[in-house]
């Protein structure tokens, strides 16, 4: 169920419109505005806000429909979202994204992250710095630590430059990812380390075969380019 409200002036030339609502029920309230052109509809201005979106019903019943046969079509979402949008002259200028005390657990335990915190900001033409971090989860039953990440965003480009996630007993370092979307997708690139982790500990959140000793790895720099991976140097893993 939804209910929409609009105020708006017309002069036969430009619609303006103010103070209009979108209310979702078990969702939440959108508010916007904005001016176009009449009658090509050009928007010439828009303004979104919608805060405090409760992001179960959101995801059940508005993306959940276009995630089907994927493997997020079986994530259960927990907690509260923020979102933000301008445009001028028909161009994207500014978005703006929190997330609050969000869960995101697979219904079929392949992975779990908890306790998201999360603002990212975008500016057109602008360098922003996003910040969001992680309490713990799992990934294929794998424990992972608390990690923040600042994230860098310059209009399609996004960089980190370095990671610290807690894997088991060690830690997986990444340093400078760094990923660009273009018109033939994604391109992206990293390097970094694994440091020891106790294979004991390993094969046993794996549910295989019990293993001793330590294991450890050096990534070099990975690329890709949109169509294949590539390595700068020897990937090394240690076993001991």
Known sequence: DYALKMQGVFDGKTLALHDGQLALAEIGTVKFS?????PNAKMREFQLDAGNMALPALFDQVLKPFLADTVFAELEISGLGDFAVVMQEGVLQEVNLTLEDVNIIDRRDRFAFHRIQAHIPWQAANTTIADISLLDGHLLRIPLGSVRVP?????SHLYVP?????VLDGVLKLEDFSATHTDAGWRWGFGGKLTPVSMEALTEALQIQPMHGILSAYIPQVHYDGESVSVDGVLQVNVF
């Not at 904005?34 to 009449?38: F, K, L």
């Not at 370095?162 to 807690?166: C, E, K, R, V």
């Open 34 to 38: 904005g001016v176009a052109d009449w």
């Open 162 to 166: 370095q990671l610290a996630l807690p």
């Open 151 to 155: 994230l860098e965003i310059k209009d």
